[in-house]
């Protein structure tokens, strides 16, 4: 979880408290889910279930609906990591085995990205075409929206 925060911070700081309305919603699902699986609360000490929901929420773009991430969450939980026997006994990554349900599930829900393409950041720098480095800065390539 103390790995997760650095990138949690520049996710609030690129998208906005949205993120942490995701993050809540991601864990609060993986929990209950992971309740509801094992019946004991000492399942939870490992916080597992806490950072895979935390990786659901920070998988999706920050206008994802927040019940799209719990249900994400809780087929993480449910399906990826209980049903193959449970915290290291599971053949995929459970947060991503949530991402893609609910991309499957609801392509057009993650599909609304702010994403421009374009020339990459080192092309952008290698072939500045007589434009400063302040310039070159400031292109879509060292932008902030989605996908950068």
């Known amino acids: 979880m103390l790995a997760l925060m650095p990138g949690i911070a520049v996710s609030v700081w690129a998208s906005g408290p949205q993120v942490l309305v995701l993050i809540a919603v991601g864990i609060g699902a993986a929990v209950a889910t992971e309740l509801a699986c094992t019946r004991s609360v000492s399942s939870l000490r490992d916080l597992s279930a806490c950072v895979t929901g935390v990786l659901v929420a920070l998988t999706v773009p920050h206008s994802t609906p927040p019940e799209l991430v719990a249900v994400g969450s809780a087929i993480a939980i449910g399906l990826a990591k209980h049903a193959y026997g449970g915290l290291?006994?599971?053949?995929?990554?459970?947060?991503?085995?949530?991402?893609?349900?609910?991309?499957?599930?609801?392509?057009?829900?993650?599909?609304?990205?702010?994403?421009?393409?374009?020339?990459?950041?080192?092309?952008?720098?290698?072939?500045?075409?007589?434009?400063?480095?302040?310039?070159?800065?400031?292109?879509?390539?060292?932008?902030?929206?989605?996908?950068?």
Not at 107 to 113: G, N, V
Not at 123 to 140: F, M, N
């Open 88 to 148: 290291g006994a599971n053949v995929f990554n459970p947060a991503m085995v949530g991402y893609v349900a609910i991309l499957v599930a609801f392509p057009q829900s993650l599909a609304e990205w702010d994403a421009v393409t374009g020339a990459t950041a080192l092309d952008q720098l290698s072939y500045r075409g007589g434009a400063t480095i302040d310039e070159v800065w400031k292109s879509p390539a060292f932008g902030l929206f989605g996908g950068s």
